[in-house]
């Protein structure tokens, strides 16, 4: 080819793509993608969505995108509060017998699967009792790999013969009989526990015990991570897992006559705020939900505030320039018609000790292990909650205990380790450092404080609990890993102090102080690895106890000993604050929101006026105009 | 006898002042560099006496104020100086580049110098290696090392950068050597008798240095900038105020008016690199013996 | 011809055996815990043993016959008691670093039962006591191996005397010293098994399928985009040779090169996307999203680019044959396209071969501002999440597909000149 030539075409080449870039420059309008017409269709955002096999699954995200194809037994009542479980797949709440160990459930008939090629003729058959089973087994079945053991572990006869035989390496055999867990007929379900088991109805309501057909699971094997088979509302339309999943209304429930309908009853003051508008309309009202994995916060605003999200979590930077003194909503962001929603939830956050440690931990030499109390005691002492609410914005609740409100067994009065300098210098003296000096090496003590990741709210937090030690002189150095590095030094016993989360599993206390039962030691939930015997056998009473005023005075006790030990310092209980625009109806927060997105709405004609009245005026980032 | 190497860097150094850009960027270095032990001074100071530095001490009520008076660059979202940071960021960024290059220049200079000089197994083997390295995937394979480095912080940034650069530097130094090693000076050594050991490095590794030189100065900006990046994502720098982190937390605040803490970080990296990748450019033509305009 | 290309095929297979065996020490020597990320919160020892012999991961690295195991884990005394902690008549001292098991004590310190097999304590100890069915007596420090078959016997046993212990180990014995982690990848990547995501849950090589299309249509716009526009600006640069307009773009090259890859990102996705409103801010969902990704592509590699070509233009034009030809009187356009292009070519090839293996990994920052799924993105995930299987995979394919592409530059360069053959 002559040089001359490729020249030519080098020029042409380069013409024609800038030619192109001004062209795609004036056509394009940054809006969302074209919604199919007549279609209402919910845009959000949510984290990296790992497998959609309810055995399987161990994260939220996970877990709520399975709720909306696959359903339960029971679930949990969209507008009741305290939390309450009603029946879902199950006609009716099941029959209890007297010694509180066998549960009877009859399910509903006319419940089908949705259609796939894993049943004859690509339709998908009526549900069964046994379907339940089968699901249960599945994740008691050594070979899934799953991460629900811990509900059924020793609880359902028979259960655990059936966790043994499945570490052969034959494939696992579904048919075995279990005492425990069986269908006594077509449409009635038994199971029998071992003991007593006050939360049984609540892990009914998890992921772990949703339906899953037989057929599904032979046809596709492995691969029903990727290819889910329910019979919830929504069906999987499209998944790229590291960005956009879709689900599409499932035509199987209209094909079936299956009407489920909006909850009836209601509080007056949900009632006012609208929440009863759509009382027992048929739901689900949104024809489509596609949900984006956005990984970066900056991004994820700035698509809400376009209008892209229908959602939006407020990022503490972002907090006061949208929040305004009295914890309203700004006028700009107000006048688009964008709510503020805020609840309280289930969650607890704390610094916890390693009882492991020689230095901060429980030893064998009772001086020792006194001294080392006193420190934990000082440094809980040290924490100065007002200045951590300050730096969050006033959205937290201090903790009493380890239990967080409103569920029974939290501690009512303010504990005895709050924040006080005078008595945190003084314990430490008691626990053998005045000033914080260390007399071995003639320095400020140094704590090594361990954490999941290393984003630029955790290194500020850290900073800041790093400044409320130092004024009673201890260092406190932080080291930042990645969550798995993270979580495999929880689990060999590495860390000195660590600080995580809990977020209940279901409501009930037993779920937050199971944290500080010694047999739950690392690599389980004990990651303080905290041993108390007057503990250990309160908490293996009230393993089997039904909710009482007895057990609730049980509770506390083991509060009370679990502030005074001080393996963890309480740090707070945070509030959830959220913004949705105007076209999201019905929105109502739930600390268990599995399969709730089936009572929201979007409305259509608030959105395309929106879109009209505000879609090129863009805000600045701060939510001003 | 006239030793080649005196002449070749006074030679340099006069045709480095006519550049009037590079003195400027000289004296930028110059000036960075002061910052960084300023910094380093600074910090052990408070290490030694064992107290918290100003620029670690978090005062809420002072947080985001814009440049003024007390605070010439502003405060951050803890209420700490600013500028005070920014110097601490030029130390860090001093630290990896310099220990970046403390791993990659002997790695590289002493494999490429063996394997120039011996040639045959040697040679080999030493090529084998750095096509391996070479044909690792660039910040992905940093990234893994950083990962893979049980203490997450700063060694992990390290030996990721340091690991990685000794590559090109090895190859170079490699082609040099074997270009002088049949110059006549070089057989002349032979022939008087001379061990190999003192022939490299007294006689040909003179004559390469401004190789050495002249990667490490276009290197170091290089090490620099795949820092921020990596701070930015969260593998790397603890504890200690890098400009990655100093972006990181800068971000979201930046289009609330808050500019200062994202501009000046942003400024100063800019410079840096910049006067930096200059000064290499007018190094390589300064002492490239070559080019006799 | 072939003989050349045989030779140089050969010469490259030693590079891909250091490339499997870098990957393999970067990722399975360092400790990792990939079954404590696949299972969650409420773990088991004996569920994560469960998990690593179904993996393979635990054999022993490269050879041997040792393989440990979860039901006592490797711990270092002098970090304190750990485990120990449970039993009462085992006093640990953290001043010596040892724990004592008092006299008239049965302890057994595995946490579940073992699979059938056998197994060694390896001890070192002082004093007197049973481990596993064998008599331990020392007056000294003293260490020993000692084999037993089965759980029942397995723990410590003391009678009248303590035993006191400073350091413990359990190992499993396998029969095939080359039942190794190294031989165990070896064999999955000649079966073409790339490994298995724990985070997906997904086979590693369908996650690289998925993420490959993507990453194209990110990376070969920006690459292909880049270099027209880098060549003619540097020819430019050439064609103008050290005057005003020369020297201005070398500052405004080295000025673009110097601004850090990070803030084209944040600036170009928050003025011209969100501000501007002129591209979406995020995802995927048609080739438009992708204009301004490919935009911060091109221009951030701009100033790197017009500086090499530019010095690959100029080292052509100092040669003799330049000069020659401007002495003949030949137009300035003339030897500018016709020779000095001409001959630049092989450097520019050379350059343009080498960074086809880096187009499949996308651009690591782009794609993940941009929500643009490819491998870029699946890789950041990977990192930040441990998911080992994939990264390893990643760094591997991408180094083989450097290797193939210098294979394939030198293929190129004989052909341009044959020269190269001989040497």
Not at chain 2, 17 to 44: H, N, P, Q, S, W
Not at chain 3, 52 to 67: E, I, M, S, V, Y
Not at chain 3, 118 to 141: F, H, I, K, M, V
Not at chain 3, 177 to 185: A, C, E, N, R
Request: aromatic residues 12%; glycine residues 8%.
């Amino acid at each position: 080819m002559r040089i001359w030539h490729l020249a030519q075409r080098l020029s042409v080449a380069l013409l024609m793509a800038i030619s192109g870039s001004l062209f795609l420059w004036g056509c394009s309008d940054g809006s969302m993608p074209a919604e199919p017409d007549g279609e209402s269709v919910m845009y959000s955002q949510t984290s990296r969505i790992r497998g959609l096999d309810p055995a399987v699954a161990g994260e939220v995200s996970s877990s709520l995108a399975i709720a909306r194809i696959y359903e339960g037994l029971l679930e949990y009542d969209y507008l009741a509060r305290p939390y309450k479980v009603v029946p879902l797949l199950a006609a009716e709440m099941p029959d209890i017998s007297a010694d509180g160990l066998v549960f009877t459930f009859k399910i509903r008939k006319g419940i089908y699967f949705h259609d796939a090629p894993c049943f004859p003729g690509g339709k998908g058959r009526e549900l069964e009792a046994q379907d339940f089973a089968y699901s249960i087994k599945r994740v008691m079945d050594v070979k899934n790999v799953s991460s629900g053991g811990w509900a059924f572990n020793n609880r359902i006869v028979g259960i655990n013969a059936f966790h043994e035989a499945s570490k052969l390496p034959e494939p696992t055999d579904y048919d075995m009989e279990l005492e425990g867990l069986k269908a006594i007929d077509k449409y009635t379900l038994q199971i029998t526990l071992t003991e007593p088991y006050p939360q049984l109805l609540y892990i009914l309501a998890m992921h772990y015990s949703f339906a899953v057909p037989r057929e599904a699971v032979e046809y596709y094997g492995k691969e029903i991570v990727n290819h889910p088979v329910g019979t919830g509302p929504y069906e999987l339309v499209a998944w790229r897992r590291n960005s956009r999943i879709e689900f599409a209304r499932s035509p199987k429930w209209a094909e079936t006559g299956r009407e489920e309908i909006y909850p009836t009853q209601g509080t007056p003051e949900q009632e006012e705020a609208g929440l009863l508008r759509d009382a027992g309309q048929p739901i689900p009202f949104v024809d489509r939900v596609v949900q984006f994995v956005v990984d970066d916060s900056t991004t994820a605003w700035m698509m809400f505030l376009s209008g892209q999200l229908s959602f939006s979590a407020i990022s503490r930077d972002n907090w006061d320039a949208i929040i305004t003194g009295d914890k309203q909503l700004n006028d700009a962001l107000s006048k688009r018609g964008i709510d503020l929603i805020s609840s309280p939830t289930l969650d607890v956050y704390y610094m916890g000790f390693n009882c492991d440690d020689p230095v901060v931990g429980m030893s064998n030499d009772p001086e020792q292990d006194k001294r080392n109390r006193k420190l934990r005691q000082a440094l809980s002492c040290a924490f100065d909650f007002d200045l951590m609410n300050k730096f969050l914005n006033y959205r937290v609740y201090p903790l009493g205990g380890p239990v967080p409100e409103p569920l029974a067994g939290s501690l009512q009065e303010p504990s005895a380790y709050r924040y006080n300098l005078e008595k945190a210098k003084r314990l430490l003296v008691e626990a053998g450092y005045p000033e914080g000096i260390d007399s071995q090496t003639d320095r400020r003590l140094e704590l090594t404080i361990e954490l999941g990741s290393a984003t630029a709210n955790t290194r500020q937090t850290m900073e800041l609990m790093a400044d409320m030690f130092q004024k009673v002189g201890i260092v406190l150095k932080a080291k930042y890993n990645t969550w798995p590095a993270f979580i495999e030094k929880m689990n060999r016993r590495q860390a000195q102090l660590f600080q995580l989360g809990w977020v209940a599993d279901y409501p009930d206390a037993e779920n937050f102080l199971q944290l500080f039962y010694s047999k739950n030691e690392s690599p389980g939930p004990n990651h303080a690895n905290y041993r108390n015997a007057r503990f250990d056998n309160l908490y293996e009473q009230i393993r089997t106890m039904l909710d009482s005023p007895e057990r609730t005075v049980l509770y506390e006790e083991m509060a009370h000993i679990v502030v005074e030990d001080c393996p963890w310092i309480f740090m707070y209980q945070p509030m959830a604050f959220g913004l949705t625009h105007s076209w999201v109806e019905n929105y109502l927060s739930h600390d268990f929101p599995y399969g709730m997105g089936k009572y929201r709405r979007v409305n259509e004609d608030v959105q395309r006026q929106w879109f009209e009245s505000y879609g090129d005026k863009k805000l600045g980032m701060s939510g001003q105009e | 006898m006239i030793k080649q190497g005196q002449s070749l860097w006074s030679d340099a150094w006069r045709r480095l002042k006519k550049d009037r850009i590079a003195m400027v960027c000289l004296g930028l270095v110059v000036l960075f560099t002061l910052l960084a032990v300023y910094g380093e001074v600074v910090y052990f100071y408070h290490h030694a006496k064992d107290i918290t530095p100003a620029y670690q001490k978090i005062n809420l009520d002072l947080a985001y104020q814009a440049p003024g008076a007390a605070h010439w660059m502003g405060t951050d979202g803890l209420g700490r100086d600013v500028m005070q940071r920014l110097v601490q960021g030029v130390r860090i960024a001093y630290k990896v580049g310099i220990i970046t290059s403390l791993i990659a220049i002997p790695i590289g200079v002493l494999l490429g110098c063996l394997a120039g000089f011996y040639g045959g197994k040697v040679d080999d083997f030493v090529v084998w290696l750095y096509s391996t390295f070479a044909s690792m995937p660039g910040l992905l394979f940093i990234l893994a090392i950083a990962m893979v480095v049980p203490e997450n912080g700063l060694l992990g940034v390290y030996l990721g950068i340091g690991l990685t650069t000794w590559v090109g530097l090895c190859r170079l130094v490699r082609g040099e050597v074997l270009k002088h090693k049949e110059q006549t000076y070089v057989q002349a050594a032979k022939a008087l008798g001379l061990g190999s050991g003192r022939i490299m490095f007294k006689h040909i590794l003179p004559n390469i240095l401004h190789v050495i030189i002249v990667t490490f100065t276009l290197r170091f900006p290089a090490a620099v900038g795949t820092e921020v990046i990596m701070s930015y994502l969260g593998i790397g720098v603890q504890g200690e105020p890098s400009w990655g982190l100093m972006i990181d937390s800068a971000r979201m605040r930046l289009w609330q008016g808050m500019w200062w803490e994202m501009t000046f970080v942003t400024l100063a990296l800019f410079l840096l690199v910049l006067a930096f990748n200059l000064l290499g450019d007018a190094l390589r033509d300064a002492l490239d013996p070559r080019l006799d305009d | 011809m072939l003989k050349y290309i045989l030779k140089r095929t050969v010469q490259m297979v030693p590079t891909v055996i250091g490339v499997i065996l870098l990957t393999f020490v970067l990722f399975n020597i360092v400790p990792n815990d990939l079954a404590a990320i696949a299972l969650g919160k409420n773990v088991t020892l004996e569920m994560l043993e469960n998990f690593d012999q179904q993996r393979g991961l635990n054999k022993p690295l490269f050879l041997g016959t040792r393989a440990k195991n979860r039901a006592y884990e490797d711990h270092n005394l002098a970090d304190g008691a750990g485990r120990w902690r449970a039993w009462s008549n085992a006093v640990y001292s953290a001043a010596t670093a040892t724990l004592t098991i008092q006299p008239g004590a049965a302890i057994n310190p595995l946490a579940f039962p073992l699979k059938d097999g056998e197994y060694e304590w390896t001890a070192t100890y002082r004093g007197q006591g049973n481990l596993a069915g064998t008599e331990l007596d020392a007056a000294d420090w003293q260490t020993e191996k000692v084999r037993f078959q089965t759980m029942g016997e397995a723990g410590f046993a003391t009678a009248g005397n303590p035993l006191e212990i400073k350091a413990l180990k359990l190992r499993r014995i396998t029969t095939n010293p080359f039942d190794s982690q190294l031989f165990f990848y070896f064999k999955q990547l000649m079966r073409g098994d790339l490994g298995f995501s724990e985070y997906f849950k997904q086979p590693v090589s369908r996650l690289l399928l998925d993420g490959i299309p993507a990453s194209l249509s990110l990376t070969i716009p920006i690459f292909i985009i880049g270099v027209v526009v880098s060549i003619s600006l540097s020819l430019v640069c050439a064609f103008f040779r050290n005057t005003f307009i020369d020297r201005f773009l070398v500052v405004i090259a080295v000025a673009l090169m110097s601004i850090n890859y990070l803030i084209y990102i944040v600036a170009g996705q928050y003025l011209l996307a969100y501000k501007q409103g002129l591209f979406p801010v995020w995802g995927y969902e048609s080739w438009r999203y992708l204009v301004l990704p490919v935009l911060i592509g091109v221009v951030s590699g701009l100033g790197s680019n017009i500086r090499f070509y530019r010095t690959v233009m100029l080292d052509e034009m100092y040669k003799e044959y330049v000069r020659t030809a401007f002495a003949k009187g030949v137009s300035k356009p003339r030897v500018l396209f016709v020779h000095v292009l001409k001959n630049a070519m092989i450097p520019i090839i050379t350059n343009v071969v080498i960074a086809i293996p880096f187009l499949y990994t996308g651009s690591l920052l782009l794609e993940n501002f941009f929500g643009i799924p490819g491998l870029g993105y699946l890789g950041i995930n990977a990192i930040l999440s441990s998911d080992i299987d994939v990264v390893r995979a990643l760094v591997l394919i991408g180094a083989l597909l450097f290797v193939v592409a210098n294979l394939l530059t030198d293929i190129c360069y004989a052909v341009a000149d044959p020269r190269v053959k001989l040497k």
